[in-house]
């Protein structure tokens, strides 16, 4: 008798299975940590978890190091409980464990109850796809990291930095890298949409769409190996009071080629003057570079990433603005009582944003990172940025409102330093960041406003629950964006592989 599972996935396979080997024939290994293709007879492959964690604080507030690129889970209320359930996984559907190519289903789920002055019930990662090597088909919330930075250590790239709940899009990719000509140059990429949802201070029914391309020349394990791509995603179709024909932004599939290709719209007649002579949608987008030098005794990855948000970068009037870093990772570091096994410094610049002049000609000033006039709650998911959290929302600083565009403070630096280690069975991490913010443009703060924020974390392997994950942190805001600041936070953490 034939299974309810096989009943369900044999339409679905039998269609992606046509799919690529009519168009595809490129061996790859899949994309997510810890659960790479397959070698053994295994047909699945995955883990569970379970969490349970507190935090504290001095002030009404989380400090920004214990809440920020935390997908969205630790809320900024200062008092917290927080309980968190798991699984993610990977099911082999090839009998063939000695194919290159295998089918497999990745999956996960994650729930998270928060306990606080606004308790919530949080849906992290809720997906399922369907994948041949590296080429994969997953539909819903998945956590993600794009760009060439260093998301463990550093500020987070400057588009999706982990630091709002994962976007639910349906999404198409190679997720490692693939070979075009063997043992020089390789490539990966994907194209998504997504539903950003109702629930928004200014706009509703809001679309994305995002894609991203990305080289790599050189062999894998090569000495020196150059990276090179690009990140664009725009928010689209949706209704907002500003600037729109009747309240609704330019939706469907005539309007969805401008969105894809960020050409203008000159020859439409159906929309707003605003969108005719702009672009259809909030157009973020950054350009990414990186060097790799692979030595003996530690590895280098130096990195920038160039931000786009309209003509600015074209004419390097922005050329200033962008995410400079470089990563030490170091080898041979077992068996020492204590080590530092990683170094990450970097500096983000956004002050300049093309001069503070707009022209429609060659200036291309005040590019206004993350706000919109059009989609005024910006680049945004459920009221944080999706961007690095420098950038922050007006609801997270001191400082009056800038009407009600999502960020008050979009011109600043940042001077960060990154740490990881080992002190004999425990890994410790820290992170420094010093920050100083000028407001906006058109809404300037007096004069600049300097902050840092600093955490610093130990956690432990313990025999506790047949061996768990005991982990601490505590945490520093000192300065004037935000109030002062000092917090902790205690988790265990039990880990089921399977």
Request: some cysteine; aromatic content about 12%; glycine content about 12%.
């Amino acid at each position: 008798m034939t299974s309810a599972k096989t009943r369900i996935l044999n339409p679905l396979t039998f269609f992606c299975a046509t799919l690529l080997l009519l168009a595809f024939e490129i061996p790859g290994v899949l994309a997510r940590p810890g659960f790479q293709q397959d070698t053994t007879s295994k047909t699945t492959q995955g883990k569970a978890w379970v969490e349970l964690a507190a935090y504290g604080s001095t002030a009404s507030r989380t400090p920004f190091w214990l809440h920020a690129n935390q997908w969205g889970i630790v809320p900024t209320s200062g008092q917290l409980g927080s309980l968190r359930l798991g699984v993610e996984g990977r099911e082999i559907l090839s009998k063939d464990t000695s194919a290159s190519l295998k089918w497999s289903l990745p999956y996960g789920v994650e729930l998270v109850g928060n306990a606080s002055e606004h308790s919530k019930l949080l849906i992290p990662q809720a997906y399922a796809g369907i994948a041949l090597g590296s080429f994969q088909l997953t539909v819903g919330r998945r956590k993600k990291y794009v760009g060439f930075n260093d998301h463990e250590l550093g500020t987070g790239s400057y588009m999706w930095s982990g630091n709002a709940l994962p976007v639910p899009r349906i999404e198409l990719a190679f997720e490692n890298y693939v070979p075009v000509i063997r043992n020089f140059l390789y490539f990966k990429g994907f194209y998504s949409d997504g539903w950003l949802g109702n629930k928004r201070p200014v706009t509703s029914e809001l679309k994305l769409h995002n894609k991203g391309l990305f080289v790599r020349l050189g062999r894998p394990n090569g000495k020196v190996k150059l990276h090179g791509g690009f990140n664009h995603a725009v928010q689209w179709g949706g209704k907002s009071p500003y600037f729109t024909e009747n309240g609704q932004m330019p939706r469907g599939l005539d309007k969805y080629w401008y969105v894809v290709s960020g050409f203008k719209p000159l020859k439409l007649k159906d929309i707003s003057d605003f969108d005719r002579t702009n672009r259809i949608g909030n157009h973020v987008a950054s350009l990414d570079a990186a060097l790799e030098l692979d030595f003996e005794s530690v590895n280098v990855m130096l990195y920038r990433q160039n931000l786009v948000e309209d003509g600015s970068l074209f004419y390097l009037n922005n050329v200033k603005d962008g995410l400079n870093g470089v990563s030490f990772t170091m080898k041979n570091g077992e068996g020492k009582v204590f080590s530092l096994d990683k170094l990450t410094l970097e500096l983000l610049y956004t002050k300049s944003q093309g001069g503070s002049v707009v022209d429609s000609t060659h200036i291309r000033g005040k590019d206004d990172y993350f706000n919109n006039a059009q989609v005024r709650d910006g680049w945004s998911y459920f009221g944080r940025g999706l961007g690095t959290p420098f950038i922050t929302a007006g609801t997270e600083n001191n400082w009056p409102g800038y009407a009600d565009f999502f960020t008050n403070n979009n011109r600043v630096w940042v001077i960060h330093t990154g740490m990881i280690g080992r002190l004999n069975d425990a890994t410790w991490t820290t992170k420094l960041s010093l920050s100083s913010n000028q407001g906006t443009y058109d809404q300037p703060l007096p004069g600049k406003i300097y902050q840092f924020s600093g955490i610093v974390e130990l956690s432990k392997p313990v025999r506790w629950f047949s061996g768990s994950t005991l982990k601490g942190a505590i945490s520093l805001d000192q300065g004037k964006l935000f109030d002062n600041a000092f917090g902790a936070m205690l988790s265990i953490r039990k880990n089921i592989a399977f």
